[in-house]
Structures are given as structure tokens and as C-alpha cells.
């Protein structure tokens, strides 16, 4: 069974940096897409961010375009995602996902999910 656990959340300031990983439990897993999806009080899940199995192709949220920066390290069959220039507005739970998706923002076409970190940037 295909396990996913984040890592690296807390607690921030503005303006400050942080580093999730997301790693895979079955090293057969790594040739899939693996995406970041996030979760803020009262809000929906948004995409944040997805890498190809090949890490050539990224994509990213507007929101976050210039600031985070997703990557994978297949060897390890871990993901990460480099959060730069944090804002209040990046608070939520962030949520690592794999997959073979379609639609890569959708996040009803990843089929793996973690049980997500608390990222939380005070002003």
C-alpha cells in the first residue's frame, strides 16, 4: 500500500522560508506525478503546485508563482516544495499528492494523498 507523509511544517514568519517533503512509503511509486494541494480554515482545497515524474514539467498556482518551487528526488522517492517570501495568506494545511493525473490543478484526479502538514506565517 502506497503511504505519503509530509514533513517540515510550522510555524513562520513573514517573509521567511520553509521546506516541505512528502515521502513515498514504495519506492515503485516514484514514476508518477506528484502535486501539493493546500487547505486553509473555512476555504476549499487549492492546487499549489505539481512535478511530473520526470521533474522536466512543472506547474504552479498564481499564487505562488515566484515563491515556491517544487522538485523531486527520485532516488529517495521524496517530493518537496521550497516555500519562499511566506505570506499570511499561505497559512493552511498543505496536502502532498501522486499520481498519473489528467487534469493536474483538479484535485479529484490524484488518486494518493497525505494526511498534510500545518504551515502556519504570522505577520
Known amino acids: 500500500q502506497v503511504q505519503l507523509v509530509e514533513s517540515g511544517g510550522g510555524l513562520v514568519q513573514a517573509g521567511g522560508s520553509l521546506r516541505l517533503s512528502c515521502a513515498a512509503s514504495?519506492?515503485?511509486?516514484?514514476?508518477?506525478?506528484m502535486g501539493w494541494f493546500r487547505q486553509a480554515p473555512g476555504k476549499e482545497r487549492e492546487f499549489v503546485a505539481a512535478?511530473?515524474?520526470?521533474?522536466?514539467?512543472?506547474y504552479y498556482a498564481d499564487s505562488v508563482k515566484g515563491r515556491f518551487t517544487i522538485s523531486r528526488d527520485t532516488a529517495k522517492n521524496t517530493g518537496y516544495l521550497q516555500m519562499n517570501i511566506l505570506k499570511p495568506e499561505d497559512t493552511a494545511v498543505y496536502y502532498c499528492?501522486?499520481?498519473?493525473?489528467?487534469?493536474?490543478?483538479?484535485?479529484?484526479?490524484?488518486?494518493?494523498w497525505g494526511q498534510g502538514t500545518q504551515v502556519t506565517v504570522s505577520s
Open positions: 514504495v519506492r515503485t511509486f516514484s514514476r508518477s506525478a
Open positions: 512535478i511530473v515524474w520526470s521533474g522536466r514539467i512543472t
Open positions: 499528492t501522486a499520481g498519473n493525473p489528467e487534469v493536474v490543478t483538479s484535485d479529484r484526479f490524484w488518486e494518493y
